[in-house]
T-cell receptor
Framework: AQSVTQLGSHVSVSEGALVLLRCNYS??????LFWYVQYPNQGLQLLLK??????LVKGINGFEAEFKKSETSFHLTKPSAHMSDAAEYFC????????????FGKGTKLSVKP | NAGVTQTPKFRVLKTGQSMTLLCAQD?????MYWYRQDPGMGLRLIHY???????AKGEVPDGYNVSRLKKQNFLLGLESAAPSQTSVYFC???????????FGPGTRLTVT
């Protein structure tokens, strides 16, 4: 069965610093991968998705993620953190079963220090 | 275009009471989902539907029932609420299975 592991439940960076949020997946088939963001007291919204096209995927708000099959990773990065990036981030993989539901990681809370 | 809406936004129940959470989407999506979100647990799928009149169990279905009588609506019921069901509940919908899911704003439920 597919699974997703997000390394680090909390990440803290300074404003202007690089943001790196880690996601590793296990999948027996070529995966569809997603990153979602959740701002406080809101629902989740899609940041970006990988669906077997380009391995470097650009998303909204300056975020991007690189699919690395050899490392089974899909890490999320942003060159320069902004205070407004403080939120919880979830990585998800499409389940390889017949229904193809999404399986979510446990989330990484990003804090941005002034 | 409201996207995915959820009613109510907040609710407090006593143990043993029942309630229904309503999810509505106006994007003509076939697939709809109910999740619960608990601290440190991420999102866990409760039930889902692949079309009008269909429902299926997810990862944590016990204590919940669902119905999809109309394509645009997906109802989540708690017949006899328990404190373990205190959580934030999210509804989502998607056009394709395994595709991008659109989420509602959530319902914060407390069971005392």
């Amino acid at each position: 069965a597919q699974s997703v592991t997000q390394l680090g439940s909390h990440v803290s960076v300074s404003e202007g610093a690089l943001v790196l949020l880690r996601c590793n997946y296990s999948s027996s088939v070529p995966p569809y991968l997603f990153w979602y963001v959740q701002y406080p007291n809101q629902g989740l919204q899609l940041l970006l998705k990988y669906t077997s096209a380009a391995t470097l995927v650009k998303g909204i708000n300056g975020f991007e993620a690189e699919f690395k099959k050899s490392e089974t990773s899909f890490h999320l990065t942003k060159p320069s953190a902004h205070m407004s990036d403080a939120a919880e981030y979830f990585c998800a993989v499409k389940d390889g079963g017949s229904q193809g539901n999404l399986i979510f990681g446990k989330g990484t809370k990003l804090s941005v220090k002034p | 275009n409201a996207g995915v809406t959820q009613t109510p936004k907040f609710r407090v129940l006593k143990t043993g009471q029942s309630m229904t959470l309503l999810c509505a989407q106006d994007m003509n999506h076939e697939y709809m989902y109910w999740y619960r979100q608990d601290p440190g647990m991420g999102l866990r799928l409760i039930h889902y539907s692949v079309g009008e009149g269909t429902t299926a169990k997810g990862e944590v279905p016990d204590g919940y029932n669902v119905s999809r009588l109309k394509k645009q609506n997906f109802l989540l019921g708690l017949e006899s609420a328990a404190p373990s069901q205190t959580s934030v509940y999210f509804c989502a919908s998607s056009y394709l299975t395994g595709g991008e899911q659109y989420f509602g704003p959530g319902t914060r439920l407390t069971v005392t």
